[in-house]
């Protein structure tokens, strides 16, 4: 009697089936790496044994750190006695917390902030590629940005100021050169400062990846970015491969990659008007390779140079490399 009241109530009530775990392993490992998130995957091992066992083979992680130090640099500073130390996920160091991952090859890595401090409303934006040492670097920049506004408001501000266009407001012609204000009134000087700071942020970067490269051997793609947008550091296979056979230049001292000599072309337009009515006023672009390798010429079309940056500032790119180009060396560093 009891084993029939056993047996009825079984059919009433069923025993419930966890569909998720009767997904086969390629199934939940695909699913792990569309969630990415290093922190959550960590939650993630904690379900049960099986999770616990097929994260670590997950080869897509993105790791978002957060700040333990509230210091920032400056325009003319860097990231000379930084590490990774000053960054945490969930109280660990990046390089600790993928030391649980065997399998990773795409790997994305987001810093809280851009290295840089710079005045507020300006611009500035860079990407670099490095193998073993810099391969190339494109900086974007301007000291301000204005942003698009509706035609009512338009008329209205032209109105308030009496005012029927919206000129550079320096009273000088626009004839596709660098106007003598540029170097008289500390705007080349600006320039080459954001170059340097740029530069020396993105080899401080190269130099803290060093570990997690050795590390993870079947790497393919790297990403070492931030949540500004400001800069972002790229490496393809080959480079990591480069970089793991070739010895890195480093210096200790500054805790950065050494940047070699350099060729660098400079385009500048003192009011640039994008199609979607933003505004870049002294917008400067920036195209930098190592002197030792061969010229890459940059077209009209500015594609490799556009290509660095996402909208509207590929265009921006496009726009200025139809400028006059100026040519520029700098030592290594």
Request: hydrophobic share 35%; aromatic share 6%; net charge negative.
């Amino acid at each position: 009697m009891g084993s029939s009241k056993s047996d009825l109530r079984s059919t009433i009530y069923p025993e419930p089936v966890d569909h998720f775990n009767q997904l086969p392993d390629p199934v939940l490992l695909l699913i792990f790496n569309k969630i990415g998130d290093v922190k959550t995957l960590g939650r993630c091992c904690g379900v049960c044994r099986r999770f616990h066992s097929l994260v670590p083979q997950v080869d897509n992680v993105v790791v978002r750190l957060i700040s333990i130090s509230s210091r920032r640099c400056t325009a003319s500073s860097s990231l000379v006695d930084d590490d990774f130390e000053k960054y945490s996920v969930t109280h660990h160091s990046p390089t600790q917390v993928l030391k649980n991952f065997d399998e990773i090859k795409l790997l994305r890595i987001e810093l809280p902030s851009g290295e840089l401090g710079i005045d507020e409303g300006a611009l500035l934006k860079w990407r670099a590629d490095f193998g073993s040492t810099l391969d190339n670097c494109v900086i974007l920049g301007a000291s301000s940005v204005i942003q698009p506004v509706s035609i009512d408001d338009l008329v209205e501000e032209q109105c308030g100021n009496g005012s029927n266009s919206l000129g550079d407001g320096n009273g000088e012609t626009d004839n596709g050169s660098i106007p003598e204000s540029f170097y008289t009134n500390g705007g080349l000087k600006l320039r080459v400062v954001w170059t340097i700071s740029s530069l020396i942020a993105a080899s401080a970067r190269h130099y803290l990846l060093q570990p997690i490269i050795a590390e993870h051997k079947k790497l393919a793609s790297l990403v070492l970015t931030d949540v500004d947008g400001q800069g972002v550091l790229c490496m393809n296979r080959e480079q990591l491969e480069e970089l793991r056979v070739k010895p890195l230049s480093a210096s200790s001292a500054s805790k950065r990659t050494m940047v070699p000599a350099l060729n660098m072309r400079l385009w500048y337009a003192p009011h640039l008007e994008l199609p979607d009515g933003t505004v870049l006023k002294g917008a400067t672009l920036v195209a930098i390779r190592p002197s030792e390798q061969p010229k890459r010429e940059v077209g009209p079309d500015g594609n490799w140079v556009a290509a660095a940056f996402e909208e509207p500032y590929g265009t921006a790119a496009r726009m200025l490399v139809k400028r006059r180009t100026y040519c520029l060396e700098m030592n290594s560093f």
